[in-house]
């Protein structure tokens, strides 16, 4: 199990009212049809998964039934066989099935995320490499997904744009060399944390001289990886500052990446190419 704290409760409820607004619209017509009285249902997990989104979860249920009761039988982050029912739900009977989707869409794609990142997490162990994710998350559950890496055992790259400095190709370009771009960003936000991505060892060589906060080294084959390895841990440089790749890293290669002695290793796929769990939620007799 993993620990990590999720969004507030102010972001969490403006996620869910989002979701609830373009499923319920005017109304659930069909749940209209029931007997609105109290009832029980069983959440069934079919998937051997890291469970995450219990917090989206449970908003979803109690903003349509405040008095439901929801009994967990596992804590966020826990590794879950497939068939094992994980919650029981009471409360009223329309509230239950209104929020069914709903709920599921949330604990299916933020357990799909935490899930992915456990397994790269678990490639690297040992290594001393971080898995981290990118802003390549799905609109409008960017907190939410970034909130999952963190449960699956992963680390957040920047929030946004506003949160971190990442000099990348085109502002290099800009202003004609890796030192000139760092000045330019120290001088502008001197608080910031600062990225500097770069495509050389020449490149590399100039942010280590330079200072920055982490060095992203980009398509680098493994030999130029491992250089890069050597170049920033020796003399006059010793470790400080560390190196990140990313850029089609898979879960069959992460490994080796992370054996050339990297820091850090970004994955995309995290959050962008997400295989939501499978869930379901049913109304039971006893």
Known sequence: MTHAPAPSAEAIAADVAAALAEDLGSGDATAAFLDDAPDRARLLCKEDCVIAGRPWFDACHRALDPQARIDWRCAEGDAIRAGTVVASLEGRRRAL?????ASLNFLQTLSGTATTTARYVDAVRGTGARILDTRKTLPGLRMAQKYAVRVGGGDNHRMGLFDAVMLKENHIHAFGSVASAIARARALHPRLPLIVEVETLDELRAAL????????IDDFDAATRREAVRIARAAPFDGRIPLEVSGGV?????RAIAEDGVDCISIGALTKHVHAIDFSLKLVDD
């Open 250 to 254: 898979d879960l069959e290669h992460v």
């Open 209 to 216: 001289e330079t200072g920055c906060t982490r060095i992203l």
């Open 97 to 101: 099935v209104s929020a069914e989707r």
